[in-house]
């Protein structure tokens, strides 16, 4: 019921052109993904892009500034990721533009050309594919939306929350709170400067929670048609001696199981050629990530060292002994849980490798069976 009021409200979104991928290509065209318009839009919106790939330097300067403060220096990390993330989505699509059109047109037509069949059975996997691409797509886009207004508030929040860092603000101990990490050759923490770098930083984080929206609904977009192809063109292998048919009929069912799957061949290639570069920084980031993770948390292997390096020869046998009780406390590792039953180190990554070639393993013997 939920499901029917949600497709019914965003009807507006659908191209009849586009039967699947009509509202992810104008989510695409409104931040600049899809360039579709004139020459004058694309000029600027590339020209946008590119000050967008000039604000993603200023994130690294930033970092460059702060790399004394090893904390301060990790959370801008994490923000300064993400934006790197965003600049590369950016352009892999604004780049590659022809090859994402001719990939667009081309699942575009097939889906066009299974939908004037008669088959049945066809016609329902298309529609099945298509309301859960849908469905997936908008709540992921709301979860966006809040994500992004909890983002956009946060300095407020943080502003209203604690009466002593609006009295370091108003000391001028503190800088005021700022939407993300970035360099300005002005100054920021005074107006008018602040107001401008909080509008710079409004718009970036717009444009960043848009392109990963888009992007990424987009790329789910496809694999849902793939999968979804797959199924209805192994349902045409199933069928291509059902009912009396002559050999010609046969010949030419598998003549056309042949053509849609190279299609699908095509489609993949073109898509993978698109979707490899972010998997690639995905990896690259996620190791790096994990890497600093276990880095930080081992480092607490070490805090009893201080109490065997300092000089406690000098003390007596009640102090050596209360020197030992502390040493043997400190000798306890960080280590932060994953819930009740496993923590964040390397044999549980590991073991999570393990489990998941299990799994794989299992529901691989699973459909074999089937």
């Known amino acids: 019921m939920a499901l029917k009021k949600m497709l019914a409200l965003t009807k507006g979104l659908e191209d009849p052109t586009h039967p699947l991928l009509g509202p992810t290509l104008k989510a695409l065209s409104v931040f600049g993904l899809w360039q579709t318009g004139s020459q004058k839009s694309t000029v600027i919106y590339n020209t946008f892009h590119f000050l967008t790939f000039l604000f993603v330097i200023t994130e690294y300067i930033d970092l460059y500034t702060v790399r004394k403060d090893l904390s301060k220096m990790l ?7 993400l934006s790197t993330i965003c600049m590369i989505k950016t352009l892999s699509y604004v780049c590659r ?7 667009v047109r081309e699942i575009s037509e097939l889906e066009l050309e299974l939908m004037k069949t008669t088959d049945k059975n066809i016609v329902k996997r298309l529609r099945q594919y298509t309301v859960y691409t849908r469905a997936v797509t908008y709540v992921y886009w709301f979860l966006v939306v809040g994500i992004n207004v909890v983002l956009l508030t946060s300095p407020l929040l943080k502003y209203a929350s604690s009466e002593i860092y609006r009295s370091e603000i108003k000391n001028g101990t503190e800088p005021p709170p700022l939407i993300l990490c970035s360099w300005f050759p ?3 923490a005074r107006m008018p400067g602040y107001f401008w770098a909080t509008m710079v930083h409004i718009i970036m984080s717009i444009q960043g929670c848009g392109v990963v929206a888009t992007y990424d609904m987009n790329a789910v977009a496809v694999m849902s048609y793939l ?8 349902d045409k292998c199933k069928a291509i001696f059902d009912e009396t048919a002559s050999s010609r009929d046969v010949l030419n069912r598998i003549r056309d199981c042949h053509r849609h799957h ?4 095509r489609h993949y290639y073109m898509f993978n050629s698109l979707l490899s570069p972010i998997m690639f920084v995905y990896m690259l980031i996620c190791s790096f990530t994990i890497c600093c993770s276990i880095i930080q948390l081992d480092s607490t292997r070490d805090l009893d060292r201080g109490v065997y390096e300092s000089d406690w020869t000098k ?5 050596r002994r209360q020197i030992l009780l502390l040493a043997g406390k400190l000798s306890q590792t960080l280590i932060l849980n994953a819930g009740p039953y496993a923590s964040l180190s390397i044999p549980t990554f590991i073991t999570i490798m393990k489990g ?11 459909q074999d069976s089937e």
Do not use: M, P
Not at 359 to 365: A, G, H, K, M, P
């Open 75 to 81: 959370n801008n990390l994490s923000v300064t990721v």
């Open 97 to 103: 533009q022809s090859h994402l059109k001719v990939l």
């Open 186 to 188: 002005f100054d920021s």
């Open 227 to 234: 999968k979804g192809q797959t199924s209805i063109l192994k």
């Open 262 to 265: 190279n299609i699908l061949l």
């Open 315 to 319: 003390g007596d046998v009640f102090l």
């Open 356 to 366: 998941t070639y299990s799994f794989y393993t299992l529901f691989s013997q699973i």
